[in-house]
């Protein structure tokens, strides 16, 4: 029953919700759909500078827009932007005058203030409190900065900021998504200090709350709940890097407020909605007195000036003491129309904490066919130009008389249709006119490179200064035509790697000479004949469709060369049968389609398992196991693959890989029996823990050492140099992957894919396979083609891991579309491509070791065996 509600809490999770890292479109400056009259500033030189040419990467009027005279350090001039809308603004991008080399005047820092109603201005702060954004460094490259925290704002005003007295100009462009909650303030208590005997001080405050702070209430801003930042199932772990503990977290101790018992917070929105649920991000670690909330009561305000409606809505949360994980709550609000919401919130802990509040609201039918028509989808954002239709002005259709509104529905569904089928007939041409060549190459225009700098959140983009012209004939036409094709994953191209390779004569060349030719792996000689009526030599023997990835857990543990798997048979298992009532159930890890895995109990194993074996020195008969446990209902392939895997696994003995112990095959369920690592994996192990340094004895973050990592990183190659060995295939090899003992020994193992946790580290193809793509090498995303020197690729990705800490995702600023894209840049290898930034803690010979792994021709990667021959010296005897 829990399990049941808790599967429907996750299911809803992600709907409904902001995603910073996703809303980052541009809002229009470069492309138009800002209109002049809606870029003002506070003054301008010229006519020809004024404020409608401050658009990026324009080069209209004098190339950009200067304020009046040389700016003073005690000046405020500003560009103001009106974005016609409430905005979630996430990046802005700044340029300087360039105008064809005629112009050298550029803003090096700037300032912004944000408005929701153009009345009361804000200005930004980043989450350490800074104001001041560095800016440009020179006339032409655009520099972006992401906003942490993000804003929602309507109106933004950027205000140059100088030291000496220069001239400043500025071109712009802005970037985030539309704010459709609506929301325009929240209300609260203040949050407070958790300070419990042994623990560390947590501030629960909402730190970037943009509001006022009145008698210990929060009044008439946003802040925290409304940043699109979840916190984790720890509170005192927090995303952002350099803050305090407990930073994600907005909370509150039942006996601390006025009234007890409850939490009261008012909502005010942006208009009248007809409201359909409330989710509440919560943490739940009840083993710190944290629950998520008993039950909430809202009432409702039709117009901004009335009085509360008399009739409530109540809804009572099935509290959970099983499953410490934050969560989102679902508060269903019955459609009930609103412009404000007061909810009382009631404890069922000590300490109630919230991350993230959204609301989900229907608006009526008329502005939604509205906004359709004249927002353009953000999936044409930069890709092919179908310029959306802004001809329908909402305000001139807004408010039509009765009697015509069912023709106009009628007139906006058919433009609507037509527009549809227009736009397929446009992809559909692209599909089948144009081959994969210049697909995947979207991130960035033309001649743009993107270093990802390390110490910052800045991006340099970089436009040579002079387009030499001459260049364009040199380059080719495919090169300059800004029309390219825009990847479409769930085209059955990338489902099935053959039709791809077929269709590019080039790609399956050098597959071809990557698996025979080089000196990687020692494939057979007999692989590197024809077979499967591909033309030309087989595909590497390793290689195996994307799709049958989905394995028992939702992952195969490896992946074997066809031939060994026949060559086994059941005499292969030298596990052992295991009494099946031994094994006592304790806790759920983690689950797939196929099957789950379990924490157990099993009594008597060490015993079972005789001299010699490989547990921990337990205190008594029983130890702690991992169970991995196929369902009942699971489809016989999978059961194939289950067995196979145990097969495998039960061949497997080295120090760095997870031992099988024992299997229970002989009936239903079928389950193997892993060792049960304490600490966890690598990945949550690093996140939770600092760099060693002087400053870390004064708080209680536990460190790690240059060397500690090191000799994590010697462990992993240590075990992957013996799979390789054996010619297995890991192909999801990544921190979340290395399971930690109680001696901090390192065990590869394979559990990441069926963990919640981990979810967003997969690439879901339309439900079929799931791909860790951030650690996958260019040919296993575009070819489906897995061998030795993709998963060296993943350990550069794995390294790098190591040395960031786990403190981000690779690729983190990337969205999933984008990490494939700039596959296809690998591939093509023009210098294109964005690689992973170095690490501030690498030595960088040790980056040039991560960049070896992921270099485009397979025998230029180094093997595992080298891999280890060049770390090991690193770490002391
Ligand atoms: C920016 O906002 C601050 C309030 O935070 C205000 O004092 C200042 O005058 C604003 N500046 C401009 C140019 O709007
Ligand atoms: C929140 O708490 C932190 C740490 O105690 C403090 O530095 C910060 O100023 C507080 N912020 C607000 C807005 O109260
Ligand atoms: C508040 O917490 C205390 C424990 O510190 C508990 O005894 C009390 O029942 C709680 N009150 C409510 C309303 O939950
Ligand atoms: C809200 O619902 C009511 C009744 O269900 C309906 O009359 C009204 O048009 C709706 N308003 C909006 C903004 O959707």
């Known amino acids: 029953m829990h399990l049941f509600l808790l599967l429907i809490l996750h299911a809803t999770a992600a709907v409904g919700q902001i995603d910073p890292a996703h809303c980052r479109y541009a809002l229009g400056m470069e492309d138009g759909r800002i209109r002049d009259e809606d870029i003002t500033a506070s003054s301008q030189w010229y006519e020809t500078t004024g404020p409608q040419y401050a658009r990026l990467n324009r080069e209209e009027g004098e190339g950009a827009w200067c304020p009046q005279g040389q700016l003073e350090p005690s000046d405020t001039q500003y560009l103001q932007v009106d974005l016609g809308r409430l905005t979630f603004l996430t990046v802005v991008g700044t340029q300087g005058r360039y105008a064809r080399n005629s112009g050298n005047e550029f803003a090096r820092a700037y300032r912004l203030n944000y408005s929701r109603d153009s009345v009361l201005w804000k200005s930004w702060k980043s989450r350490l409190g800074k104001e001041v954004i560095q800016g440009n460094k020179n006339a032409y490259e655009s520099v972006i900065n992401d906003l942490h925290p993000p804003v929602i704002a309507r109106h933004v005003r950027l205000i140059p900021v100088t030291k000496p007295s220069t001239a400043v100009c500025m071109r712009v462009e802005l970037y985030g998504c539309p704010w459709d909650d609506g929301l325009i303030s929240y209300s609260a208590p203040e949050g407070q200090l958790l300070m419990a005997p042994g623990y560390p001080v947590a501030s629960l405050n909402d730190s970037t709350y943009d509001g006022a702070h009145e008698r210990r209430r929060l009044l008439g801003g946003l802040g925290q709940l409304t940043d699109g930042v979840v916190g984790l199932d720890d509170f005192l772990v927090t995303r952002?890097?350099?803050?305090?503990?407990?930073?994600?977290?907005?909370?509150?101790?039942?006996?601390?407020?006025?009234?007890?018992?409850?939490?009261?917070?008012?909502?005010?929105?942006?208009?009248?909605?007809?409201?359909?649920?409330?989710?509440?991000?919560?943490?739940?670690?009840?083993?710190?007195?944290?629950?998520?909330?008993?039950?909430?009561?809202?009432?409702?305000?039709?117009?901004?000036?009335?009085?509360?409606?008399?009739?409530?809505?109540?809804?009572?949360?099935?509290?959970?003491?099983?499953?410490?994980?934050?969560?989102?709550?679902?508060?269903?609000?019955?459609?009930?129309?609103?412009?404000?919401?007061?909810?009382?919130?009631?404890?069922?802990?000590?300490?109630?904490?919230?991350?993230?509040?959204?609301?989900?609201?229907?608006?009526?039918?008329?502005?939604?066919?509205?906004?359709?028509?004249?927002?353009?989808?953000?999936?044409?954002?930069?890709?092919?130009?179908?310029?959306?239709?802004?001809?329908?002005?909402?305000?001139?259709?807004?408010?039509?008389?009765?009697?015509?509104?069912?023709?106009?529905?009628?007139?906006?569904?058919?433009?609507?249709?037509?527009?549809?089928?227009?736009?397929?007939?446009?992809?559909?041409?692209?599909?089948?006119?144009?081959?994969?060549?210049?697909?995947?190459?979207?991130?960035?225009?033309?001649?743009?490179?993107?270093?990802?700098s390390s110490c910052s959140d800045t991006i340099v983009l970089q436009t040579p200064p002079v387009p030499p012209r001459s260049g364009h004939t040199a380059t080719g036409p495919t090169s300059t035509d800004p029309h390219y094709e825009r990847v479409f994953l769930l085209d059955p191209q990338y489902q099935n790697p053959a039709v791809l390779r077929n269709k590019l004569p080039e790609l399956s060349q050098s597959a071809e000479a990557s698996a025979c030719g080089g000196g990687y792996a020692e494939p057979d000689v007999t692989q590197c004949t024809p077979h499967q009526g591909f033309h030309g030599p087989a595909p590497h023997y390793a290689e195996t469709d994307i799709v049958r990835l989905q394995g028992v857990t939702g992952s195969n543990m490896y992946a074997v060369p066809a031939l060994t798997v026949d060559s086994l048979t059941r005499k292969d298992i030298s596990a052992a049968e295991f009494p099946r009532q031994q094994l006592v159930f304790r806790e759920k890890l983690g689950e797939g389609q196929f099957g789950e895995v379990h924490l157990c109990e099993a009594e008597g194993l060490p015993e079972f398992l005789g001299e010699g074996s490989p547990l921990p020195d337990g205190d008594g008969c029983s130890v702690l196991v991992a169970v991995k446990q196929l369902r009942p209902d699971a489809t016989s392939q999978a059961r194939n693959d289950f067995l196979k895997e145990i097969k495998i696994m039960s061949r497997l003995n080295d120090p760095n890989i997870i031992r099988l112990l024992c299997v229970c095959v002989t009936s239903d369920p079928l389950c193997m029996v892993t060792e049960y690592m304490e600490n966890g994996d690598l990945n949550m192990f690093l996140s939770q823990r600092e760099m060693e340094s002087t400053l870390t004895h004064a708080n209680s973050i536990p460190s790690v050492s240059l060397s500690d990592l090191l000799h994590m990183s010697v462990q992993i190659s240590s075990g992957m140099k013996y799979l390789a060995s054996l010619n297995f295939v890991h192909r999801d090899l990544a921190t979340r992957n290395c399971l930690l003992d109680r001696r901090l020994t390192i065990k590869i193992a394979d559990f990441g894919m069926s963990r919640n946790l981990y979810s967003s580290d997969y690439y879901r193809i339309q439900g079929r396979a799931v791909l860790p793509i951030r650690w996958m090498a260019w040919e296993s995303i575009l070819l489906g083609k897995f061998t030795t020197a993709s998963d060296v690729w993943a350990f550069g990705v794995t390294l790098w891991e190591i040395f960031t800490l786990c403190k981000e995702q690779p690729y983190s600023l990337l969205s999933d579309e984008q990490v494939i894209e700039n596959t296809g840049e690998f591939f093509r290898n023009q210098g294109r491509q964005i690689f992973l930034y170095a690490p501030p803690l690498c030595p960088p010979s040790l980056f040039e070791l991560m960049m070896r792994c992921w270099s485009r021709d397979i025998p230029d990667r180094p093997t595992f065996e080298g891999l280890y021959q060049a770390l090991r010296p690193h770490v002391g005897p």
């Open 240 to 452: 952002q890097l350099q803050v305090w503990l407990g930073y994600d977290y907005l909370g509150w101790r039942n006996d601390s407020l006025g009234a007890p018992g409850h939490v009261e917070m008012d909502f005010l929105f942006d208009k009248q909605r007809n409201f359909t649920s409330m989710k509440v991000h919560s943490n739940n670690m009840f083993s710190r007195g944290v629950k998520i909330f008993s039950s909430v009561t809202c009432w409702f305000k039709p117009r901004l000036i009335a009085s509360w409606e008399a009739e409530p809505v109540t809804f009572k949360t099935v509290l959970d003491d099983r499953n410490p994980s934050a969560r989102y709550v679902t508060v269903p609000l019955r459609r009930r129309a609103a412009r404000a919401l007061r909810c009382r919130f009631f404890f069922a802990d000590v300490w109630m904490m919230f991350s993230e509040i959204s609301f989900q609201s229907e608006d009526t039918i008329l502005p939604t066919l509205m906004t359709l028509s004249v927002t353009p989808s953000p999936a044409s954002e930069g890709s092919t130009a179908t310029p959306a239709p802004t001809t329908a002005d909402p305000s001139a259709s807004g408010r039509p008389d009765d009697g015509n509104t069912p023709i106009l529905i009628g007139c906006l569904v058919t433009i609507i249709l037509l527009l549809v089928i227009i736009i397929f007939l446009i992809l559909w041409c692209q599909y089948v006119c144009k081959v994969l060549e210049k697909a995947p190459r979207r991130i960035l225009d033309e001649e743009v490179t993107v270093r990802l």
